[in-house]
C-alpha cells in the first residue's frame, strides 16, 4: 500500500448522484447480508428498509453527510458519516462513519486511510469529540486499517446460524 501525496477530496453527492448512491448502498448491504448467510429476498428487504429509514423520501437528514471520494478528478469511492444518536463515551458528541468504500479498482493506494483521515478531521470541523463506526467480521482488511488508525473495539457482536 502507498500512501496519495494527498489526501482524497470529499465531493457532496447530491441529486440524481443521491439516489443512485442510495440504490448502491442497498445492494452492497444486500451483499454483506448474503455474506453473513441470510438468503438474498430477505437481505435485500433488511437492507431496503434500513436505508429507506437513514434518508426518508430519498433525502439526507440533518446532521449526516454523504460523500464521493474523490482523488485525482476521479470519483472512487463514498463515504457516509454524521451524528450519532447516542452520546461519546465520555458524554462528548460522537459522530460515526456509518458507510465508507473505496472501489476496488482504486484500492492499495491508501485511499482508505486517506479518506478515514479526511472523516476524522470533517467529524472534528463540525464540532465531534470522537468518531465510531461498525465493521463486518469478515472484513479483516477494514479492521486492520482502523486498528492501525488508533481505532478500538469497545463491543462485539456475534451470531450463529440455526439451520
Same mark, same amino acid.
Request: hydrophobic share 40%.
Given at each position: 500500500?502507498?500512501?496519495?501525496? !494527498? *489526501?482524497?477530496? #470529499?465531493?457532496?453527492?447530491?441529486?440524481?448522484?443521491?439516489?443512485?448512491?442510495?440504490?448502491? =448502498?442497498v445492494s452492497e448491504y444486500t451483499a454483506d447480508?448474503?455474506? *453473513? $448467510?441470510?438468503?438474498?429476498?430477505?437481505?435485500?428487504?433488511?437492507?431496503?428498509? =434500513?436505508?429507506?429509514?437513514?434518508?426518508?423520501?430519498?433525502? /439526507?437528514?440533518?446532521?449526516?453527510?454523504?460523500?464521493?471520494?474523490?482523488?485525482?478528478?476521479?470519483? /472512487?469511492?463514498?463515504?457516509? *458519516?454524521?451524528?450519532?444518536?447516542?452520546? $461519546?463515551?465520555?458524554?462528548?458528541?460522537?459522530?460515526?462513519?456509518?458507510?465508507?468504500?473505496?472501489?476496488? =479498482?482504486? %484500492?492499495?493506494?491508501?485511499?482508505?486511510? $486517506?479518506?478515514?483521515?479526511?472523516?476524522?478531521?470533517?467529524?472534528?470541523?463540525?464540532?465531534?469529540?470522537? #468518531?465510531?463506526?461498525?465493521?463486518?467480521?469478515?472484513? !479483516? $482488511?477494514?479492521? %486492520? #486499517?482502523?486498528?492501525?488508525?488508533?481505532y478500538e473495539t469497545t463491543s462485539i457482536k456475534? =451470531?450463529?446460524?440455526?439451520?
Amino acid at each position: 500500500m502507498t500512501s496519495p501525496a !494527498t *489526501l482524497p477530496d #470529499l465531493e457532496p453527492i447530491t441529486g440524481a448522484d443521491l439516489t443512485e448512491w442510495i440504490e448502491r =448502498s442497498v445492494s452492497e448491504y444486500t451483499a454483506d447480508l448474503v455474506r *453473513l $448467510g441470510r438468503d438474498h429476498a430477505s437481505a435485500q428487504a433488511v437492507a431496503r428498509r =434500513s436505508v429507506a429509514a437513514q434518508f426518508p423520501e430519498g433525502r /439526507v437528514p440533518p446532521g449526516q453527510h454523504v460523500f464521493h471520494i474523490v482523488h485525482d478528478g476521479r470519483r /472512487v469511492g463514498y463515504l457516509w *458519516l454524521g451524528e450519532a444518536a447516542s452520546r $461519546g463515551g465520555d458524554g462528548g458528541v460522537q459522530w460515526w462513519v456509518w458507510d465508507v468504500l473505496v472501489d476496488e =479498482s482504486a %484500492r492499495g493506494r491508501g485511499l482508505g486511510r $486517506g479518506t478515514m483521515l479526511r472523516a476524522e478531521r470533517f467529524a472534528r470541523e463540525n464540532g465531534a469529540d470522537e #468518531l465510531g463506526l461498525s465493521v463486518f467480521g469478515f472484513n !479483516t $482488511g477494514a479492521q %486492520r #486499517l482502523y486498528a492501525s488508525l488508533g481505532y478500538e473495539t469497545t463491543s462485539i457482536k456475534m =451470531s450463529k446460524r440455526l439451520d
